[in-house]
């Protein structure tokens, strides 16, 4: 709750004050649950940017990125069914 809170919050209120949705997502460590990336829907970019697609492509862009098998994604809506495929 505080990574929704502190890091996914802020980014999504920037974001719709500019006309984005509200959706948004972050990739957590397993082992203590601290913030990889966090991002929100920049649709107004690409609209495949929904929340988690946007937070994917911000994780692949990390030049130093843990294993996935290590990660937990965390989602602040439903996932649609892009998202759904893009984070299986
Ligand atoms: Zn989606």
Do not use: Q
Not at 17 to 26: D, I, R, Y
Not at 33 to 50: G, K, Q, R, Y
Not at 55 to 66: A, C, I, N, W
């Amino acid at each position: 709750l505080s990574v929704m809170e502190d890091n996914i919050l802020p980014l999504t209120e920037r974001g719709v004050s500019l006309g984005n949705k509200v959706f948004g997502a972050a990739i957590l460590r397993k082992s203590d649950l601290s913030l990889v990336v966090a991002e929100t829907n920049n649709e107004l970019d690409n609209p495949l940017w929904h929340g988690e697609v946007h937070t994917l492509k911000r994780f692949y862009e990390l030049g130093d990125k843990p294993p996935t098998k290590d990660l937990i994604f965390l989602s602040t809506h439903e996932p649609c069914t892009m998202c759904m495929s893009a984070i299986t």
